[in-house]
Structure formats: structure tokens, C-alpha cells
């Protein structure tokens, strides 16, 4: 076994959350999107049962589409291992109904973060990894985050172990094409402290723009979340 320090790297999963809506709100100073915009003036194929879904409500977990990893039966997780195109997962979701009304209700929800992850691509014309290397990673010197790439060796990234009878052996991985933007970044302890610090004190967004980030939202009943 290899000691963890502050420069293993890991999978940090839904922390990658916080990228991705900062890259959104960075694309709102640019003037080219709104939260208050429905998904599918830009994302015309949006599962969303014909309702108007705001790029907000996709960010908050308040927009009632089914999260894609709630599928239940649907969804194996040997499926997860494939690496399936956003508009594939997507497709997935065309008939399925919806959790609630949007904006009524609050529930944790990725397939939210992989269309915002969808609408990244589509306003800026380049990949998802791509718009995060140029706009956040690199202005910020944050060379040990990267998005994950199974297939690459990369030096002290930590793997994961499932617990076996006499020891342990190599979990089974899952594609990384498959969290997208919505939990496929690969950091370290250092890199994240930095991130969100330049966050809070305005060199990724404005920080009226990072007030709105972490600002609880209120939902139709005047009942507020705990989540920006």
C-alpha cells in the first residue's frame, strides 16, 4: 500500500458539481444563457415532459426530472461501465415521468448536472474537459485536476478497493463518460483549497455571481433548501 498525502489524486465525484455550475455562471456574465432560461431553448431534446425546466432549477435539484442514477431496473451497473454518450443517457430518460413539478419540490439529482454539463458544450462549441482545462484549471495553476481518464496512467491517483474474504482486490471501475459533468473530475486536497478559494474571492466568477451560487433557493411554497 501506497501512503495517501496531499497530493494523492481521487475521484471526487459530485464535488465536481461545484465546476460545472461555476462554469455555467460564467457563461451567464458572458451573456449567453440566463438561469431563468427553459433548458430546452438551448437543449431542445431535454426530457422534460413538455414542462418548462429553468437552467436554475437544473443547478438546485429542483427541476423534477428523474436523476439518470435512479433509473432503479432500467439502469444495471454494468451499463455504468459503458461509455454511453450524454444524448444516449438522456434518451434513456425521453418517457420517463417526472419526480414532481419543477420547482415544488427539492431532490439530489445528477441527470440536472449532466444537461448543464450539455448546455456547456453547446454555447461554447468545445468538449466539457476542454471548457474546464481553459476557463478554471489552468488560470488557477490547478495541474494536478484533470477530468478522469481511466485508461491513462496517472501518478499518485488512488483507486479504489472493495473489501474481500482473506483481503481486498480492485474495485470495478465505471466509465467516466457516464458522470460527465456531474461528478467526473479527478483532484487532490491542495488543488480543491485553491479552487475554492479564487471561487469566493471573485478570479473563476464575479462574486455577486458566487453570492447567487450559494444563495439556499426558495421553492413555490416559500419552503427554503439548504442548497444554492
Known amino acids: 500500500p501506497t501512503p ?35 433548458i430546452r431553448t438551448h437543449l431542445p431534446d431535454a426530457p422534460t415532459n413538455g414542462r418548462r425546466v429553468t437552467i436554475a432549477q437544473l443547478l438546485d435539484h429542483t427541476s423534477g426530472i428523474r436523476s439518470y442514477t435512479g433509473l432503479g431496473p432500467a439502469v444495471s451497473r454494468d451499463s455504468f461501465r459503458i461509455d454511453l454518450t450524454p444524448d444516449r443517457i438522456v434518451a434513456m430518460l425521453r418517457d420517463v415521468p417526472p419526480d414532481f413539478e419543477p420547482g415544488t419540490s427539492f431532490l439530489y439529482n445528477n441527470t440536472g448536472y449532466l444537461l448543464a454539463g450539455m448546455l456547456i458544450e453547446k454555447l461554447t462549441g468545445r468538449p466539457y474537459a476542454e471548457v474546464l482545462r481553459e476557463r478554471i484549471l489552468d488560470p488557477l495553476g490547478m495541474s494536478r485536476t484533470s477530468y478522469c481518464d481511466e485508461r491513462a496512467i496517472v501518478p499518485l491517483r488512488a483507486k479504489g478497493y472493495l473489501r474481500r474474504a482473506g483481503g481486498f482486490a480492485n474495485a470495478v471501475g465505471e466509465s467516466m463518460a457516464i458522470p460527465h459533468a456531474a461528478g467526473a473530475i479527478c483532484s487532490t486536497v491542495l488543488d480543491l483549497v485553491r479552487f475554492r478559494r479564487a471561487l469566493a474571492h471573485g478570479q473563476v466568477i464575479k462574486e455577486e455571481s458566487f453570492r447567487r451560487m450559494i444563495e439556499p433557493t426558495v421553492l413555490t411554497n416559500g419552503w427554503k433548501t439548504n442548497y444554492g
Not at 494523492?8 to 432560461?37: C, H, N, P, W
Open 4 to 38: 495517501a498525502t496531499a497530493e494523492t489524486i481521487y475521484k471526487i465525484a459530485s464535488a465536481t458539481k461545484q465546476f460545472t455550475s461555476a462554469l455555467v455562471m460564467q457563461l451567464v456574465e458572458d451573456g449567453k444563457v440566463r438561469l431563468d432560461d427553459d
